[in-house]
């Protein structure tokens, strides 16, 4: 088990070291009958396996595959060798294989990343909704929905501590900013003549770059890495 702490192979290691050599389990068969001899239990500070081991004239002595189980490592034989291994045993060598991720967008600023996209796609539905159905699309109604996302991504800005968030916080940006120039463009429509077509999605090139920036942030969330995406400039 590879996840077992440094601290308990250390414990290990000092059990271990406490134990006469290995080739001494032999000796106990032909211990004479008059040595001193008392039973015992093994066992590692925070575990809760044990192992019996027997005590002969003040020394100590378990088996090697018990001790093997106890310490969560393994054993394998090479002639009249007996290697034991040790949980942990090259880690001060061998690299995490942590270190060699890329590192990941932050917790703090993946909740705030969603609330503002979330707001935004809100911004979005809003519009699509009120043009579809024929309803006034003026800078009054268009201006809350437009301050609902900014507070979200102010706080997007906040959260965002790692050079991951930086750069993903780049891309939410680039979509608000994209999602405003979209509706003022239909506000200023509304106002020069006072109809705004229901069939003004279709084939909106503005409104295809919004979707699609929009599906890498969620798929960038999701793995909790950056991607860079050419939707989103």
Not at 95 to 123: D, K
Not at 210 to 217: D, G, S, T
């Amino acid at each position: 088990m590879s996840g077992i702490s440094g601290s308990l192979a250390s414990r290990c290691r000092a059990a271990i070291g406490a134990l006469v050599p290995m080739l001494a389990f032999a000796a106990l068969a032909q211990a004479p009958q008059q040595a001193s001899q008392q039973n015992g239990t093994l066992s590692i500070a925070g575990q809760s396996d044990q192992a019996a081991l027997v005590r002969i004239n003040g020394k100590s002595y378990v088996d090697v595959e018990s001790l093997a189980r106890l310490t969560h490592g393994s054993v394998r034989y090479q002639g009249n060798l007996i290697i034991l291994t040790l949980p942990g045993a090259g880690s001060a060598t061998a690299p995490p294989a942590q270190a060699n991720r890329p590192p990941q967008l932050s917790e703090g600023f993946l909740g705030a990343e969603i609330e503002a996209l979330t707001q935004i796609r809100e911004w979005r539905v809003a519009l699509v909704n009120a043009i579809q159905n024929n309803y006034p699309v003026t800078e009054a109604w268009v201006g809350r929905l437009r301050r609902s996302a900014d507070s979200k991504l102010e706080l997007a800005v906040a959260a965002a501590t790692t050079d991951p968030d930086q750069k993903a916080l780049e891309l939410l940006r680039n979509e608000f900013t994209t999602m405003q120039q979209m509706s003022d463009g239909f506000v200023q429509m509304q106002v020069k003549d006072n109809y705004i077509s229901p069939d003004s999605f279709e084939n909106n090139s503005q409104d295809k770059k919004i979707l699609e920036c929009q599906h890498a942030l969620i798929s960038m969330m999701a793995t909790k890495q950056f991607q860079d995406e050419v939707s989103c400039h």
